[in-house]
Structures are given as C-alpha cells and as structure tokens.
C-alpha cells in the first residue's frame, strides 16, 4: 500500500511536470506553461502543500479565512489517494471542509466515491490549450458525523 509523501516545493513542481496534462489546473497552476523554478515559487507564496501516493500527485491548500477549510487536488481518480490526503488533513491540520476545482474533462469518480458532491459549475473558468474549459466544483466533509454538523440557520 503506497504510503502518503510531502514533497518540498522544488520535487512537488518537478512532479506536477512530470503529471502533464493531468495536472493542469492543480491548486491554479499549470505545469504545461509554467517552468518548475516558476511553479516552486507559486506553491511557496500560496503556501501549498504537494504529495505524492503511489503514481497520484496531490495537491492542498487551507483557507486562511476559513482554517477547517482546505482546497484539494489530485492527477487522479484514485480514490484512496485522495481519501488519505483527507486523512492527513483532517489528523494534522483539523480540516473538515473540502473544496476541489476539477477541470470539466477530468474524472470526479474518486471525489464522488469519498461524498463529494458537485456544488457548482464554473463556465469558461480556465484558459488552457488556446480555449477556455469549464471547471466544476465539489465539496465534501470528512471526519464529521452528522451530530457534529450545526443546524442550518433559519
């Protein structure tokens, strides 16, 4: 069973790079464009954090309005990759609440498959390959049981 790897930012912008196409839109970022010195600096300001399970690169950055809040990313369907870095994020960092921005053409199986659902759809979101794609979002919570859940506001 791969185990889960922090990469510092120089190997986490040679492993998005190596992930290519996938991998375009991750955290914002894209590797096809972007150089890896270039790439490196962007994870340090955003202060983003890139893994590595098995062949999967993720990627996750906390909300410094919202600290249980994390954005989340993955090169992959994989559901097990993605649930550990929920894991992760959840024992180490206290986040409950997850947003993912998945690039249209990707496949959210392995988001849908953790509880993801897919709050909202952002039309010609990102300009990639001479066009602009749409991006969908998703939301998810881990490591919340219903009765930690507050009551919606009336």
Do not use: W
Request: hydrophobic residues 45%; negative net charge.
């Amino acid at each position: 069973m791969p185990e889960l790897e922090l990469l510092p930012p120089a190997a986490a912008a040679a492993a998005l790079t190596a992930a290519g196409e996938p991998a375009r839109g991750l955290l914002g970022l894209d590797p096809v464009t972007q150089n890896e010195a270039l790439l490196a600096r962007e994870l340090t300001r955003r202060e983003a954090a890139v893994f590595r399970y098995g062949d999967t690169v993720l990627g996750c950055r906390v909300n410094a309005e919202q600290p249980r809040q994390s954005e989340v990313a993955s090169t992959t369907a994989d559901p097990a990759a993605l649930g550990a870095l929920l894991d992760f994020l959840h024992a180490y960092k206290r986040c409950v609440s997850f947003v993912a921005l998945v690039p249209d053409a990707l496949d959210i199986s392995g988001y849908t498959a953790l509880g993801f659902t897919e709050v909202g759809l952002l039309r010609e979101h990102r300009f990639a390959a001479g066009r602009y794609h749409d991006v969908r979002v998703l939301h998810g919570t881990h490591g919340v049981t219903a009765s930690d859940r507050r009551p919606a506001a009336v």
